[in-house]
């Protein structure tokens, strides 16, 4: 198939190269310039481990390309996965739909063809309906555009085999007969093939999977924290707790591990963002867990300092640490 992903950050250079290694012909689009220009020297602008293998593998073999220009990507193909950033908005804990809602505005009006718009940014629920009236407004073909959501479930360092041997395939419609769901199957057929469970289901429950997913992680991780907490002020061993848990298999034993918590672009943006719409919805009591797996995260962190402190003698003056 030929396919675009608009959007070539961490998620949409990843997806990129991967379905180039499904064998579909990829248009990877970008308003970095500078990005641009490295992709297609066969290069990430970031470490994620076998990305540049698998960029120069298939931009030396032209199956996978990448631009700046909307209008190119638009006359590529019917199908565009939008893999834009969502960022926490600077006063608030809600996620910043401004490039999402950037990239549909750009992309419709040059829709001159039918096409299926399959987002896979990270978004608050009821966020669908609005990308599909924005396309249904502003491109040429109106009701033609087809909006589905698929989204990711990648860990930093595991992207690749995460988007190519996913443990799950989420595939949000808003009917159940669409157009865009034989697309996608089509687009992920060898992965489908494979036996990959595959969920199809309708727009709000694929949006709040991802959300959902990293809030259950956090609170696993956080869950951990605070009974090492109670390890350190008791004597007992955390690390050999967690081995004990991690034996029921209701629990398991990933993500059991104490530390400093969790941070990175997604955890802690995901669970406030998901704790700003439940807000929004009216359901502030119902996530109240989130707001102390967040309160315990940064605690660890000041207490990393605290147990620092304690190593050096009481002051950490004039003292050098090594990490």
């Not at 009006?109 to 987002?119: G, T």
């Not at 007969?177 to 034989?182: I, L």
């Not at 439940?278 to 995260?297: F, H, K, P, S, Y």
Request: proline share 4%; net charge negative; glycine share 8%.
């Amino acid at each position: 198939m030929k396919l675009t992903v608009i959007g070539c950050g961490y998620l949409g250079a990843t997806h990129a190269a991967c379905m180039a290694e499904l064998g579909h012909e990829v248009l990877g689009m970008d308003c970095d310039i500078d990005k641009v220009h490295m992709l297609n020297s066969g290069k990430a602008p970031f470490h994620e481990r076998g990305l540049d293998d698998l960029l120069a593998k298939h931009t030396a073999s032209g199956r996978l390309t990448f631009t700046a220009s909307y209008a190119q990507a638009a006359a590529f193909a019917d199908l565009h996965f939008i893999a834009v950033g969502t960022p926490q908005q600077p006063s608030s804990d809600a996620y910043d739909l401004t490039h999402l809602f950037t990239a549909v505005r750009q992309l419709a009006p040059r829709l001159h063809h039918p096409a299926v718009i399959a987002v896979k940014s990270t978004v608050p629920v009821g966020t669908a309906p609005r990308v599909r009236d924005l396309l249904h407004e502003h491109a040429p073909v109106g009701d033609a555009i087809e909006v589905a959501w698929n989204p990711e479930f990648l860990r930093e360092s595991f992207a690749i085999d995460d988007t190519l041997r996913p443990d799950r395939l989420v595939l949000g419609f808003d009917t159940e007969h669409s157009r865009a769901e034989a697309i996608l199957r089509q687009c992920y057929s060898q992965i489908i093939d494979a036996g990959t469970p595959t969920i199809v289901t309708g727009w709000a429950t694929a949006e709040l999977a991802k959300s959902a997913a990293n809030a259950f992680l956090a609170t696993k991780i956080s869950f951990i924290n605070a009974i090492a907490e109670v390890c350190e002020a008791s004597g007992a061993d955390v690390a050999q707790l967690a081995s004990i848990l991690g034996h029921d298999i209701r629990i398991g034993p990933r993500g059991m591990r104490p530390g400093l918590g969790f941070g990175g672009g997604c955890l802690p943006k995901d669970i406030r963002g998901f704790m700003a719409r439940a807000d929004e919805l009216g359901l502030d009591q119902a996530l109240t867990i989130l707001r102390e797996v967040d309160a315990i995260n940064q605690r660890r962190r000041a207490r990393m300092v605290d147990l620092a402190r304690e190593q050096t003698g009481g002051n950490l003056g004039g003292k050098r640490i090594t990490v």
